[in-house]
């Protein structure tokens, strides 16, 4: 069984960037999809990106599309979500997950594995 844990998460300055990281035990990533959702207060959790197992494919949300960026390190075991010119609208916890579908995913309940989540919070 795969564990994945969140790192790189904090208080930041709207514009400003915050490079997430997930670090997986127990399983090597290359055979998942990975994603990153993050869920706000009193919201429903969303799909931010998405990675294919050879990081060739990927998805980005409109609401962060030209601003985030998933990529992967499969030799480290390690999914990045690099967030540039964050805005207050991106607080939230954020969460990777692994999925065993052939397919590139957004769809929440095709994710298995999950961290714990990592808390960024967006000031104005």
């Known amino acids: 069984q795969v564990q994945l844990v969140e790192s790189g998460g904090g208080l930041v300055q709207a514009g400003g960037s915050l490079r997430l990281a997930c670090a997986a035990s127990?399983?090597?990533?290359?055979?998942?999809?990975m994603g990153w959702f993050r869920q706000a207060p009193g919201k429903e959790r969303e799909s931010v990106a998405a990675i294919s197992g050879s990081g060739i494919r990927t998805f980005h949300a409109d609401s962060v599309k030209g601003r985030f960026t998933i990529s992967r390190d499969n030799a480290n075991n390690v999914v990045y979500l690099q967030m540039n010119s964050l805005q207050p609208e991106d607080t939230a916890v954020y969460y990777c997950a692994a999925a065993t579908s052939a397919q590139l995913t957004t769809n929440q309940y095709n994710y298995r594995a999950w961290g714990q989540g990592t808390q960024v919070t967006v000031s104005s």
């Open positions: 127990g399983r090597t990533l290359s055979g998942y999809i």
